[in-house]
Nanobody, 128 residues
């Protein structure tokens, strides 16, 4: 049974940091295109970052480049998102997702519809 479980969300002040984790079970994340998405109230779900380590692919949304870092620990079968210099506009529910590895080569990494498996999310709130 495929399962993704996020953790690490919370409330921080602007300029602070958080590290999100996603524990995967039922499949090997190193064989998939793994992504982090976020969704704020009233807004569409947007791609934040994606990674496919076997193909050496890492992607970031322009809004988080230089502040967020995506990584994965294949031994633990876990995905992480280190978030630094957080801004109030980063406030959202953050989701971990898995897609076929081709998504990380097709230019579609940020399209939520391309991802087959999703976690339930973890809330990040950044206050000014």
């Amino acid at each position: 049974q495929v399962q993704l479980v996020e953790s690490g969300g919370g409330s921080v002040q602007a300029g602070g940091s958080l590290r999100l984790s996603c524990a995967a079970s039922g499949f090997s994340i190193s064989a998939y295109c793994m992504g982090w998405f976020r969704q704020a109230p009233g807004k569409e779900r947007e791609g934040v970052a994606a990674i496919y380590t076997r193909g050496g692919r890492i992607y970031y949304a322009d809004s988080v480049k230089g502040r967020f870092t995506i990584s994965q620990d294949s031994a633990k079968n876990a995905l992480s998102l280190q978030m630094n210099s957080l801004k109030p506009e980063d406030t959202a529910m953050y989701y971990c997702a898995a897609a076929d590895r081709d998504v990380c080569f097709s230019g579609s990494w940020s399209r939520a519809a391309k991802y087959a498996y999703w976690g339930r999310g973890t809330q990040v709130t950044v206050s000014s």
